[in-house]
């Protein structure tokens, strides 16, 4: 367990973590001395802060930014069940245990809803699909009929942006 934080520690990790996306602090969770059977009692626990700032301090801030890319790349695929074997296979070599993976990414969350909000920036971090788009094979885009007006029921078919691999229009 983490050493306990003074108060102007304490700042600067609660600020650090706040730069951090969800994505972000599972990777720093997983990579840290966290057990990986920790079920905290209390959701707001603040070990968990010193937990992210110890895996951010062993991988450093790029590569947990890269890591968490590649995570929330990997859960879009994982949702709509697209995972190919290429993947996969990536994936589990970043995060060979599932069940430290499960935990980390419950503290996370708690982490979010109890002790550090974060930045609009953190939550702009891109999932990044690490292999090509199951779906549109790595062109970055798919043929589909697209509604161009819902009121008159106006469609058009044709290329555009993939909904899996492209940032959707809008965001940061």
Not at 26 to 42: E, N
Request: with cysteine; proline share 6%; aromatic share 8%.
């Amino acid at each position: 367990m983490p050493a306990t934080l003074d108060a102007p520690q304490a700042a600067s990790v609660t600020a650090l973590v706040e730069d951090l996306s969800a994505w972000e602090r599972t990777v720093a969770l997983y990579a840290s001395d966290m057990p990986s059977t920790y079920g905290s009692q209390i959701p707001g626990d603040a070990d968990v802060l010193g937990w992210i700032g110890q895996g951010v301090a062993r991988l450093g801030r790029d590569e947990i930014r890269q890591r968490g890319s590649y995570l929330a790349g990997y859960r879009r695929v994982w949702l709509r069940k697209l995972v190919t074997r290429e993947i996969g296979r990536r994936h589990s070599q970043r995060f060979p245990s599932a069940r430290r993976l499960n935990t980390a990414e419950s503290r996370a969350s708690a982490s979010i809803l109890y002790l550090a909000k974060p930045t609009p920036a953190a939550q702009a971090l891109p999932a990044v699909i690490d292999g090509q788009c199951p779906k549109c094979d790595g062109a970055g885009k798919v043929w589909a009929t697209w509604v161009i007006d819902d009121a008159s029921d106006w469609c058009e078919e044709g290329y555009g942006p993939c909904w899996l691999c492209q940032p959707e229009e809008g965001a940061a």
